[in-house]
Every structure is written in structure tokens, then in C-alpha cells.
């Protein structure tokens, strides 16, 4: 999920802690709980509808092999057509190939909270953990039967197509990088257009009679989410009220879609390590968690936000390079594109793409909101810290301009990030300790020893330019450390030490 962290957008959401995942796990999904007995009496931004462009396709066989189809990617401030070739795909019973093995559409989930326990609580149970969805409706296998066509912009088709080829994409890149013997990420569930419903009783309206009380409904639109357990992808409907306001849509973006993705590849090499600090992913939320509990010891509240951080930034790294690369295919990207273009120095509004003392405080904290509308709080935000911090590190360490990046550069990039996070989570994994406040100097450790012995070993070894002076590399990546991140004050990057 790409969840913007300015004020202006975040009533999508109406403050909910959206928590578990629309897959049929037990784990996820609660099919015994009860349906909702008040009938929603007003429904808060509720989605466009969509339509099948072929609906008599879907009761019998499609394709046995989708060769091409118009697809939509995003370039500037608009996405634009194209005819995109599809490998290894079928749609005899759904739509599927390595990267996704089952598109659906239909889906429909529902459960019932009340305003009136405040927020924060309001879909909690009396023991705190968060109310499980009930599903409301049970998606129907997605089929194409139609090859190189260009199916209507707004049907279940043309959002399914969109999707599978940015994923598809996403996930060649990856195994064509990580090499031989690389363990394939599972095939994913392609959910299109998913109906998330929240009804919110003793819902405080306003009308003509005077303020009273009822049930309102709440959607989640606008976003994609990634969820392990159902080993599923949702691509979410958007507003009906903003539909002839945007230029395109979230599902057209390669950026987008590769970064959902990214979480798929993260936690299919990290899932071990992530366990074995207690957490595990929070589809809604898009970051971790230590359990469906309402709270958490402070120590661990600070571990799982700088887990998310990081899972965002690797996310957003992943995401751009799978993207080409290309400032211009995030830029235009409605709500968040300026300040996740990764090469970008500054957030939409001028501030800084840096990490201080006060700001990594507010992540840890998640408490307060930020400046120049973004909030340090999300775990977005520093996200795009680090991976503006890191990509400039790529950049020096394979002595690349940042302007013109070739396809092989882009493949070392996208190779160091991997290398990276693997270097990373293990380290953080290995500095656990259990029920003990963490110093920021603990939390940030493994950060510090994950640059440098990422730069060590690349320098080190074939991989590096033979006529790079390494010792000159390290100082430049210190000097870029020191800039980026001044809250980390570990040596060799604090502020007394010379690099």
C-alpha cells in the first residue's frame, strides 16, 4: 500500500486501523461473524462502479495463451497505452501465469464497529484485538478472451491487464537480477477491485431535523495492499467522486505495482528473520506488527516502526527501478508521486528529504505530524529517506550518473538493494533483545553496519570499478550518510568523526 502521509487525503481511511487481510485464511478472515444489523443509512466516499467488458466470456474457457493486450503505464503527468507483450500467460479458467495464479473479482468484505468507543478503538473487541472482516461476497474467477485487444479503461479486464503487466515485469526484473538459484516468489491472488466495507455505528450526522445518530459506511479506495497469509494482491476501487478528477489511476503504474511486489520479494527472503523479531505484516497499516493486540511495549512499538521504515524503503527502491529508473513514471503519480520519486532531494512543499534527530523521534513515536504537510510519523516518510539516502549510495559505489542510467546500471542498482536488505534484516534480526528499552543508537546500529559492509564487500570484490579509489568511494558515502541521516550518530557517521 502506498498510503500518502499528508493531512489532506488520509479521510479515506476515516482513522480506522484497518488491520487483516481479504484472503480466505482462517487467520485473516472471520466467516462466522455475524452480519451487521443496522442498515447503513449513509455511505462516506463510497467507490466507483466498474463493468466486465465481456461478460460472456466469463462462463465459459478463455485464452489458452494471452499474447498481448493494451496496457496503461504512467509517463509524466498521465499514464499512456501501449501494447504489451504477456509470457507464460493463460486464461483458460482465470487469468494466471508465474507471477499471478488466480484473478478474481467481486470480492466483497464487511465487518461492523461503533464510533462511540473513540478512536483507536472503535474496532476493537473487549479484549482489544482488532474485529475481523466477514465476507460478504465471494469473488469470481477473472478470464480473457480476447487477445491484443484494448479492452475499456474502467472494466475489470483492463485493470486486471494493467496489473498482471506491471507485476509480471516486476517479477522477470527480479529473478533476471538475483541470479540463478534464487528461490521464485509464490504466485500471488490478483484481487481486482476488492470492496472493503467498515460500517461505523452511532455515527454522528448532521440534518434538517437536527444532529442524530446512525450507521454509516466506510470504503477503502485509492491504494493496493499486499497480504502474506492469503498470498494475495488487492488492487482497491477509486472514489466515484474523484474519478473524473485524476488523470489515472494507481493500478496503471509500474512504480506502484513493483512496490507491492517488493514486499512479496522481501518477506519471501526475510520472512524467517522478521519471525524471529515477532513481527509480522500488516496488510492495511502496510507495515509490521507484533500481534492483534490494541498496544504495545514502547521498545517494540520503536523496533516494528523502524522495520516498516525500512521495508518502505526497499519497497520504493525496487519499485523505481522496476519503473526504469524514470523520475517521470512516479512524478505524476496522484498524491504521492513527488515525494517517492527516489531520486528527488525534497518532499512536495520544499522540505528536505532528511532524517533528524526530531523526525526519527516521531517515527519511532508515531505520534505527531511533521512539516511541509508530510507527517513523520507514517513510516512512508522515512522510507523515502533512506531510499533517497541509499540510491545515492548505489550511485556512488558504481560511480553511475544519476541521469542517464543504463539497463546494466539499473540491474546493479536493483542488485545492491537486494544485497542490502539481505545484509540488513539479518543484522537486525541478531541484535534483538527481548523486553529492553532500545537507544536509537541500538535501533539505527544495524543500518550503519549494513552501509558499510555493503561497500566493503562491492569494493572489494569484481563487482566494483577497477579504477575507483575505495578509500575516496567510503568518504563520499559517509559525507552522503551525514547529510541524509544526521540522526544517525554512530561512528564512522556522527557528526564528530571525520570521514
Known amino acids: 500500500m502506498l498510503m500518502p502521509w499528508s493531512r489532506t487525503h488520509l479521510i479515506t481511511l476515516m482513522g480506522l486501523s484497518l488491520t487483516l487481510s481479504c484472503g480466505r485464511s482462517r487467520r485473516e478472515i472471520d466467516t462466522t461473524m455475524p452480519p451487521s444489523v443496522a442498515k447503513p443509512v449513509l455511505s462516506l466516499a463510497p467507490p466507483l462502479s466498474y463493468e466486465l467488458a465481456d461478460p460472456d466470456c466469463q462462463g465459459g474457457a478463455g485464452l489458452a495463451q494471452l499474447t498481448a493486450s493494451e496496457v496503461r503505464s504512467w509517463q509524466g503527468q498521465a499514464p499512456e497505452a501501449q501494447l504489451a507483450e504477456f509470457t507464460n ?49 465471494i469473488g469470481k474467477s477473472l478470464k480473457i478472451c480476447r487477445d491484443r485487444f484494448a479492452y475499456p479503461r474502467r472494466s475489470y479486464e483492463a485493470v486486471a491487464l494493467s496489473s498482471l503487466h506491471h507485476l ?42 437536527g444532529p442524530r445518530e446512525g450507521t454509516v459506511r466506510t470504503y477503502v479506495t485509492d491504494n493496493l495492499a499486499y497480504f502474506p497469509d492469503a498470498q494475495m494482491l488487492t488492487v482497491f476501487p477509486i472514489r466515484e467522486s474523484e474519478a473524473s478528477l485524476l488523470n489515472g489511476y494507481f493500478w496503471e503504474s509500474a512504480f506502484v505495482l513493483a ?24 496488510p492495511m497499516l502496510h507495515g509490521y506488527e507484533a500481534g492483534l493486540t490494541a498496544s504495545v511495549p514502547g521498545s517494540q512499538l520503536a523496533t516494528i516502526r523502524m522495520a516498516g521504515a525500512m521495508a518502505e524503503a526497499f519497497a520504493d527502491l525496487v519499485g523505481f527501478y522496476a519503473a526504469g529508473a524514470k523520475e517521470e513514471a512516479v512524478i505524476g503519480l496522484p498524491y504521492i508521486g513527488r515525494d517517492r520519486v527516489v531520486t528527488y532531494d525534497k518532499f512536495r512543499g520544499g522540505s528536505p528529504k532528511v532524517l533528524t534527530l526530531e523526525r526519527l523521534d516521531t517515527l519511532l513515536g508515531g505520534a505527531k505530524m511533521g512539516d511541509d504537510l508530510i507527517d513523520f510519523g507514517d513510516i512512508h516518510a522515512s522510507g523515502a529517506v533512506i531510499a533517497h539516502t541509499l540510491d545515492r549510495i548505489f550511485l556512488e559505489l558504481t560511480q553511475s550518473p544519476q541521469q542517464s542510467r543504463t539497463v546494466e546500471g539499473i540491474s546493479k542498482h536493483f542488485k545492491l538493494a537486494l544485497t542490502f536488505m539481505d545484509i540488513y534484516t539479518d543484522l537486525a534480526a541478531a541484535s534483538r533483545t527481548d523486553g529492553q528499552d532500545l537507544s536509537k543508537e541500538v535501533l539505527l546500529s544495524p ?29 563520499a558515502i559517509c559525507e552522503i550518510v551525514r547529510d541524509q541521516i544526521p540522526a544517525l550518530t554512530i561512528p564512522p557517521f556522527a557528526e564528530d568523526n571525520h570521514c
Not at 500471488?188 to 455515527?203: E, G, K, P
Not at 517488493?262 to 509480522?280: C, E, K, P, V
Open 89 to 137: 500467460t493463460s486464461s483458460v479458467d482465470t487469468l494466471n501465469d508465474d507471477t499471478v495464479a488466480l484473478t478474481t473479482f467481486g470480492d466483497s468484505y464487511q465487518r461492523s464497529c461503533d464510533f462511540r468507543r473513540g478512536q483507536g478503538l472503535r474496532c476493537l473487541d473487549p479484549s482489544g484485538r482488532e474485529l475481523m472482516w466477514r465476507e460478504a461476497a
Open 447 to 475: 543500518l550503519s553496519e549494513a552501509i558499510q559492509r555493503l561497500s566493503t564487500d562491492y569494493l572489494a570484490n569484481d563487482a566494483g570499478q577497477p579504477a575507483t579509489d575505495p578509500v575516496k568511494v567510503k568518504r
Open 259 to 282: 512496490h507491492e511486489y517488493a514486499h512479496h520479494i522481501d518477506l519471501t527472503r526475510h520472512a524467517g528473520a522478521m519471525a524471529t523479531l515477532g513481527l509480522r505484516w500488516q
Open 168 to 209: 509480471q515485469s516486476a517479477r522477470n526484473l527480479y529473478l533476471a537480477v538475483a541470479g540463478p538459484g534464487t528461490k521464485a516468489p509464490p504466485p500471488l491472488r490478483l484481487s481486482v477491485l476488492a470492496t472493503f466495507m467498515t460500517d461505523l455505528s452511532h455515527y454522528p450526522i448532521k440534518g434538517d431535523d
